[in-house]
């Protein structure tokens, strides 16, 4: 009897999962991934590389422990309101989750607050690439005076220098320089912590091996095919599905329509200048991208099935629907990173 009735709610189901539009009946017959599809994702994607070296500044464990207590430390701003774990919480996927954010005065910026987990890996760093690597990126907020505010270099510099455990981490994270205590050194420590960051997904693992192609759902299944046809492949795609170009915010419209931002950022163009590099921003990293909402370089747009519908429109030129759009943003929900519970614990000077 009891067979019966779920034998009839099946086909109950299945029947009225069928009728309506053809595209409702489309995703009906959503199946998991083939070992075809597998190959082709393997081949258009990457998993995430164990390692983000930086020839320049080589990892060591002191110099990735003190890069961690500078991360958390708000000696670095100027009322010590604040420290880089602020507007990167990392118990919160590297985020703030706010549309942007309060600085050392409670002023707000004018971008949203990207994550650094796997920012290493990007080929810039920042919205608009203003710096090339995280090393150099790390020094950038101290200094600026909406963020940190910390007045000059010398003055971060002496407050380290007060805090007698520093200096001896200094000196023990790097061992062949005389005055350790830099402010180049400062970001090469909270850089090398950086390179630390790097956690796989559920997608790495299913990419990892073709027997593990039944790791995705069936939603998950159709939304990478979604994904595909919608073209987001063009851009956001290698292992760390975007982080590797610039491309022009709003090829089919000007992105403010869609987003309602206020602003009308030209992103690359206020580094380089240059008209050609107006309205280019860096292709933003899809990894974790179901957890750092809200979206684009503004945090214009609060939920990211919108944020999947307007790239569409506007990058692709697709009119996409409600449900491929929910389709893709569960495809997206397997890029989010595992991350161990210690790493997001406040480290302690010892
Ligand atoms: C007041 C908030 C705030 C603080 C404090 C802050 N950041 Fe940021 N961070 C941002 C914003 C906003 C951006 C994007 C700005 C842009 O692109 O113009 C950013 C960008 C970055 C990026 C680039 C990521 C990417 O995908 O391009 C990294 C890495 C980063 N911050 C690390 C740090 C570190 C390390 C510190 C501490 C030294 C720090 N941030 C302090 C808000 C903050
Ligand atoms: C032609 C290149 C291009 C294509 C195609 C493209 N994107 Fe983007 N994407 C970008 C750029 C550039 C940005 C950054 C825009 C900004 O905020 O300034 C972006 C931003 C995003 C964001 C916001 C991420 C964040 O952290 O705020 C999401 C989500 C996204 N894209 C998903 C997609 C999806 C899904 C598709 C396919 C439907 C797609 N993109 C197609 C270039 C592209």
Not at 106 to 125: C, D, H, I, K, W
Not at 182 to 197: C, D, K, P, S
Not at 321 to 347: R, V, W, Y
Request: net charge neutral; glycine share 8%.
């Amino acid at each position: 009897m009891k067979k019966a009735v779920i034998y009839i709610s099946v086909i109950a189901f299945a029947l009225t999962s069928c009728s309506g539009d053809g595209k409702k009946s489309e995703s009906a017959k959503a199946e998991k991934v083939t070992k075809e599809e597998w190959k082709v994702a393997s081949s258009m994607f990457g998993v995430l590389p164990k390692t983000a070296p930086n020839p320049e500044n080589p990892l060591n464990d002191t110099k990735i422990e003190l890069g961690k207590l500078l991360y958390f430390d708000t000696r670095l701003s100027n009322e010590g309101n604040i420290s880089c774990n602020s507007c990167h919480d990392l118990a919160t996927f590297g985020v703030d989750n706010k549309t942007t954010s309060p600085g050392d005065t409670g002023e707000f910026g004018e971008r949203n607050s990207p994550t650094v987990y796997n920012a290493a890996l990007q080929f810039t760093q920042f919205w608009d690439g203003r710096a090339k690597d995280v090393e150099e990126q790390a020094i950038g907020p101290i200094l600026n005076p909406i963020e940190h505010a910390m007045p000059h270099e010398k003055a971060v510099i002496d407050r380290l220098q007060e805090v007698a455990e520093y200096a001896k981490l200094f000196k023990k994270a790097f061992p062949d320089q005389k005055n350790p205590v830099t402010y180049q050194n400062v970001g090469n420590a909270i850089g090398a912590f950086e390179r630390t960051l790097l956690f796989p997904s559920r997608f790495d693992r299913f990419l990892a091996q073709e027997s593990n192609a039944y790791l995705l759902s069936a939603k998950e299944a159709q939304g990478l095919r979604d994904y595909q046809e919608a073209g987001c492949v063009t851009c956001h795609s290698g292992n760390m599905f975007g982080g590797n170009m610039y491309q022009k915010f709003g090829l089919y419209g000007d992105y403010w329509n869609l987003t309602g931002s206020k602003k009308h950022d030209e992103g690359r163009k206020d580094v380089t200048g240059k008209e050609a590099d107006k309205y280019l921003f860096k292709v933003p990293t899809l990894r974790n991208v179901t957890k750092t909402a809200p979206y684009f370089h503004d945090g214009s747009v609060a939920k990211l099935e919108d944020a999947v519908k307007i790239m569409a429109k506007l990058q692709s030129n697709k009119d996409i629907t409600d449900e491929q759009a929910s389709n893709i943003t569960a495809f997206l929900g397997t890029l989010t990173s595992k991350i161990p519970a210690e790493i997001t614990k406040a480290p302690v000077l010892p």
